[in-house]
């Protein structure tokens, strides 16, 4: 295989090229992955000496590291994406959720882990500041470690905590809330996957909802570990500081009703022909920002009678 590094090329000699396939195939994806990173690294360096290639054209290979969230009270505010472009403009890391949220107790399902940020940048400098941040607020509230992180290093300048930590009220963003009128406890006897119809594959179907809308959008209540207190219904917030939050917050809503629409037709249909059936094919992602769908037929089975208390009818 030819390496392709800033500034040259290194190809092999033909006469060995059968010989090094072989040895590549014998290795596992991580052990090449390495191997041509030091061998980049060792041809920059000899460039750079001999002058061949300036020291500012060398770039930093992008790392990566993992912070779990999932056992923290705090863990809704890491999921905002408020908080995401605040720990970005301090550190240059990009910050992104991952894994599922699991109860306490729980097994996560194989191959899956649990709630944790993702954070990729160009210096283990700045990936320590960043995780710094994020363990701060992961232990804010907690009378022990406040306690134990008066003695370790000052809080990052210019670092100030979220408002309100834990709450799901915060001063600087407008807020709306999308009541799910199905229940997440009927619909586990029945065999239908609420939850990931709700997200959709890879939490598809919520990204989808915030790229076309602009706002933010996280699954709470019933189930989620998240709000547990309320009713199961799409949290949507977006930044009061932007121009187009009011536009933003009525587009996901609608958004989010459209994807309601179709989940309650899609269960209705799969409660009636195959009510045993555990894993229906999932329901299709929301397409277009149209007039929303406020509620499911009444007649379709585990639908909740009622709106949950404290969540905000869904207007269009």
């Given amino acids: 295989a030819t390496l392709l590094t800033s500034g040259c090329i290194v190809a092999p000699p033909r006469s060995h090229a059968k010989m090094g396939s072989q ?18 690294e060792k041809i920059n360096a000899m460039l750079v000496a001999k002058g061949m290639l300036p020291k500012n054209a ?33 550190t240059n890391v990009a910050v992104t959720v991952r894994g599922q949220y699991i109860p306490p107790g729980s097994r996560p399902p194989l191959g899956t882990k649990k709630l944790y940020l993702y954070l990729q940048g160009s210096s283990t400098e700045d990936l320590e500041k960043a995780e710094g941040i994020i363990r701060k607020i992961l232990n804010a509230g907690s009378a022990s470690n406040s306690a134990r992180n008066k003695s370790k290093k000052p809080k990052p300048p210019g670092f100030s905590f979220p408002k309100t930590l834990g709450s ?41 909802i915030e790229q076309t809308s602009g706002a933010s959008v996280v699954l709470r209540g019933d189930g989620t ?27 996901a809503e609608q958004l989010a009703n459209n994807l309601l ?16 059936k555990a894993n229906p094919a999932p329901a299709p992602a929301p397409n277009s920002v149209s007039a ?19 969540l905000a009818q869904s207007t269009a």
């Fill in 58 to 90: 060398v770039q930093s290979p992008i790392q990566s590291r993992e912070v779990t969230i999932n056992d923290s009270l705090n863990r809704t505010i890491l999921t905002k994406r408020t908080t995401h472009e605040m720990i970005s403009k301090q």
């Fill in 168 to 208: 799901s009220k915060i001063a600087s963003e407008i807020t709306r809330k999308v009541a799910v009128r199905l229940t997440v406890n009927y619909c586990k006897t029945v065999g239908y996957p609420l939850l990931d119809k709700l997200k959709g594959p890879q939490d598809g179907y919520l990204k989808h």
């Fill in 292 to 310: 929303p769908a406020h509620s499911a037929p009444a007649t379709a089975p585990g639908l909740a009678q009622s709106t949950a208390p404290g």
């Fill in 23 to 40: 040895a590549a195939d014998a290795k596992s994806v991580a052990e090449r992955l390495n191997a041509a990173q030091k061998m980049r």
């Fill in 225 to 251: 570990g998240v709000a547990a207190g309320e009713g199961l219904h799409f949290f949507i917030s977006a930044p009061k500081d932007s121009a187009s939050a009011v536009s933003a917050v009525n587009s």
């Fill in 261 to 276: 629409q179709t989940i309650h037709k899609d269960f209705s249909v799969v409660t009636s022909s195959a009510p045993a």
